[in-house]
């Protein structure tokens, strides 16, 4: 990354610990893991709006 931004994110309690739980498993921190999926979100969006 180039640029950081800090945010401040409210988030529903299951969606939390549910991200606490992927970002355990993968051995990520909370914020690594965020990143993370938003990275692979982009990724998919933008391979997306590519295809004919």
Request: no cysteine; charged share 35%.
């Amino acid at each position: 990354m180039d640029h950081e931004v800090r945010i401040t994110l409210r988030l529903p309690a299951d969606i939390h610990e549910w991200l606490v739980a992927q970002a355990k498993s993968a051995r990520r921190s909370l914020n690594s893991e965020i990143v993370y999926r938003l990275e692979g979100e982009r990724a998919s969006g933008e391979a997306d709006s590519e295809s004919p």
